[in-house]
């Protein structure tokens, strides 16, 4: 069994007030993809957040990687101006950057760029300018973006948003091979048949820790319904849902949850 | 020479040192402005810029009580700083940057007046400061303006790529671990210097018009930022030789025209140029129907 990348024990995350997320315990071994799901406020974002030292933490252990560059993370959403006047390589490049310090890339930086725009199936538009390539090529050049820092630990926030089915089987197929590289993936989503399909375990949270289990195990009906309290959510064809919060049914489709986690995004 | 040749001849006002100086100042700039420039508009940073040449002036004040004109420069340098890191760190503070620079511009400001009307009125150098002496800097002047812009220069190409990085997007080089706030620091104090080296020709109320026009219109002009950065020095070069070449024509015909002024205004009549020629280039680019962007992204 490969050695854990991440090992957090009792840990409760937060932003200096009552912690949005407490009694956590789970770890992510190398080539391993861990599924993190849970409802709107549930505290995904800031358990993300807290790997990465952007908000606060306590715990009896708190092992995550802490050299520069080697946590890749794919955001959400980026505000990005689309006329910023760089190309697609240029954006990839950047994810050497936390790796390079203030040194110039050499060559062997370079092929890591090249290959990393390869991994996403973007070659051809490595020239391109970023801000005139579609939703899913910008979320996809981001991805490359974190895989050219070489990371051990990968956080991917909801990357199956608002893909098309292309793009999401391609997602899928790079997630394999990261794990067959021995990337260490953290993976929030709304979508079981996705965590179904990629990641070996699950953490279900809800302002805590509801379990940290394999995937199969941790997706039965009474944890999710457990979870998802007040909200809505489709799994294996049934309709869970609480008395409250029913108008919320109409906002949700399939087992596709939208995710604004706003309350819980660090502050700039 | 007859009086036609020479008004039309670009090389020969030059050749005399008060003509040479003050070009190879705008030419410093030029480079300047295609370097910090360029990180004020990736960084949308022309209000702080704007902040910083308000910030200058009581460092001007204290700097001509102390030591007269000669004090001038350290004082606008050692406020032009402070204000830079004041500027970073409240922007920090969770306040809204526009907010901070507006209160580090009025408090600054209001310093500057109030420690001038305290000493007794402004000295005759301090209104240089603000409308520039263009034409009548000194060798010593020069030398320490060159300086300024080559440690400005320097800071900025030494941390181009993560200044990148953290322009581009800010939360994304955050959470990579890039020490955001001290490459915003390095990025301001590198402004802040500029800014100063500008007061000297131009005067610190123009210094934003040598910081911020020449990238405005060399983005006008081009997409890939390696062209701009070109485009905008070699913008600012020509706008700048050809500014004080119409002060030179404008004193042969007898009008005593603000030098530092006429630079800045031969500067945004070349920006409204570059804006008409990227406009009428966006209008013809748009008739085939994939836009040339899109053409590039299939080859």
């Known amino acids: 069994m490969s050695a854990p990348v991440v090992e957090i024990a009792d840990a ?12 956590v315990s789970f770890e992510v071994r190398a080539g391993e993809a861990v599924a993190l799901i849970g409802p709107n406020g549930a505290g995904k974002s800031t358990l993300l957040a807290g790997l990465l030292g952007l908000a606060q933490h306590e715990a009896r ?10 946590i890749g993370t794919l955001p959400q959403s980026s505000e990005i101006d689309p006329a910023f006047p760089v190309t697609l390589e240029q954006v990839v490049a950047m994810g050497r950057t936390p790796r390079l310090g203030l040194k110039w890339p050499g060559r062997a930086d370079k092929r890591i760029v090249a290959d990393a725009i390869e991994a996403v199936g973007l070659a051809e ?11 899913g090529q910008r979320q996809r ?7 050219a820092g070489e990371p051990r630990l990968l956080l991917l926030d909801e990357p199956f948003n608002g893909l098309d089915h292309g793009s999401r089987d391609a997602l899928l197929e790079t997630v394999r091979r990261l794990k067959g590289q021995g990337v260490a993936l953290l993976i929030t989503t709304h979508d079981l048949d996705l965590a179904r399909a990629v990641c070996d375990r699950t953490l279900l949270v809800n302002g805590r820790q509801i379990a940290f289990d394999e995937t199969g195990c941790v997706l039965t009906l009474e944890r999710v319904e457990a979870a998802f309290a007040s909200h809505v959510i489709e799994i294996d064809g049934h309709t869970l849902a609480t008395t409250e919060h029913h108008e919320a049914a109409h906002h949700h489709h399939h087992h596709v949850l939208r995710d604004d986690d706003a309350a819980a995004a660090p502050p700039r | 020479m007859t009086p036609i040749a020479a008004l039309i001849d670009p090389v020969t006002p030059f050749s005399v040192p008060f003509m ?7 030419l410093a700039l030029a ?9 004020v508009n990736l960084r949308r940073l022309e209000f702080s810029t704007d902040g910083l040449t308000h910030a200058v002036f009581p460092g001007l004040v204290i700097g001509a009580a102390i030591g007269g004109a000669a004090g001038l420069m350290p004082g606008a340098i050692g406020a032009a700083v402070v204000a830079a890191v004041v500027l970073a760190l409240i922007s920090r503070r969770g306040q809204p940057r526009d ?15 109030a420690l001038v009307s305290a000493s007794g009125g402004g000295s005759g150098s301090l209104s240089d400061f603000f409308f520039g002496r263009l034409l009548s800097i000194t060798w010593g002047d020069l030398g320490v303006s060159l300086a300024l812009i080559g440690i400005a220069v ?13 322009a581009f997007d800010p939360a994304g080089a955050r959470r990579a671990g890039l020490p955001v706030l001290a490459l915003e620091v390095v990025g301001t104090v590198a402004i802040a210097l500029v800014v100063v080296a500008a007061s000297a020709s131009v005067g610190t109320l123009l210094a934003l018009a040598v910081v911020i026009v020449p990238t405005a219109a060399a983005r006008a002009l081009t997409r890939s930022l390696a062209a701009a950065a070109v485009v905008a020095i070699g913008f600012g070069a020509v706008t700048g030789w050809l500014g004080l070449w119409a002060v030179v024509q404008l004193a042969v015909l007898g009008v005593d025209a603000a030098p530092g002024a006429t630079v800045a205004l031969t500067m945004i009549l070349g920006y409204l140029v570059a804006l008409a020629i990227g406009a009428a280039r966006g209008a013809s680019s748009k008739r085939p129907a994939p836009a040339p962007s899109r053409a590039g992204v299939a080859s």
């Open chain 2, 154 to 166: 320097l800071l900025v190409v030494l941390t181009a790529r993560p200044q990148l990085y953290a």
């Open chain 1, 141 to 147: 050049g981001l991805l490359a973006r974190a895989l």
């Open chain 1, 125 to 135: 538009h490595r020239g391109a300018r970023f801000g005139d390539l579609s939703g």
């Open chain 1, 12 to 23: 409760s995350f937060g932003y200096g007030g009552a912690p949005v997320l407490s009694g």
């Open chain 2, 99 to 113: 907010t901070a620079v507006a209160i580090v511009l009025t408090s600054f400001f209001s310093l500057g007046v």
């Open chain 1, 61 to 70: 252990v708190f092992r995550v990687p802490s050299a520069r560059g080697e």
């Open chain 2, 31 to 39: 480079i300047a402005a295609g370097t910090v420039g360029v990180l």
């Open chain 2, 20 to 26: 040479g100086r003050p070009l190879l100042l705008l």
